[in-house]
């Protein structure tokens, strides 16, 4: 598995965004919720794509790969529970919170997933509002 | 306590980033899982890990962390240095264990850290 490129694209996106001027609390928000779902598509996914779009009132992250699918939904989202490989753990990951992080930072987070069919999920961050401290 | 105080502390060796001797901390993340330093956010903070890969960086890059112990005594590769450079953050390596370090710097007086409620 190479993971040397895994996180990239949500350092960038990050760069991007606080380029465009947005709250700093608000696009830390979004880059640590980017970069676990970035991760994801990594380790469980096998690739994928993660397409950033952003508006007048908000940001979105739609996550799609092609991998396993997530088999028990409730148990992924516990934090702690983790299906990783002794591998990906022993690179930092797979500590059970990557889809719990999502859900903290984000305004809503939709989850499509069927086992063999592959994972989609939406993420949503207001620009409206400050959203939650962290 | 300023980035100058933790490498004395620490008897740290820096790799990249002297120019920022003097900026000052007031909190502290000692993990391995970049997952559980992602879930601890506090604003100027120095990671103290083990993990030493690009992720590990781009963790603290994205948490607008400034400033990373690799404990240990593990040397970061050229590859990391000038990464830690392109992201404008200091990187030090320390002799000391995870605990030992960690315990050193909460003992001279760095005491900020996330600590969440058990559900």
Known sequence: MDFSAAGKASTEAKRFLARLGLDQNLVKR????????EMNIAIHGGGGSAELEIS???VEILFQDKGPGIADLELAMTEGYSTASEEV?????????GMPNMKRNADSMI???????????SLMFNLSKTGPER | MKVEDIVRILDAKIFAGEEQLSLD???ACGADLMSDVMAFVKDRVVL???LMNPQALRTADLLDIKVVVFVRGKKPTADLVEMAKEMGMTLMTTKYSMFLACGRLY???LRGGGVRGID
Do not use: C
């Open chain 1, 56 to 58: 007048t009132d908000k």
């Open chain 2, 25 to 27: 901390l007031n909190s």
């Open chain 1, 30 to 37: 979004i880059a640590i919720a980017m970069y676990e779902g």
């Open chain 2, 107 to 109: 003992e001279a007086g």
């Open chain 1, 111 to 121: 989850v499509d997933s069927e086992p063999g069919a592959g994972t989609r999920i």
């Open chain 1, 89 to 97: 753990r022993s690179m930092g990951f797979g500590a059970g919170m």
């Open chain 2, 48 to 50: 103290l890990t083990g």
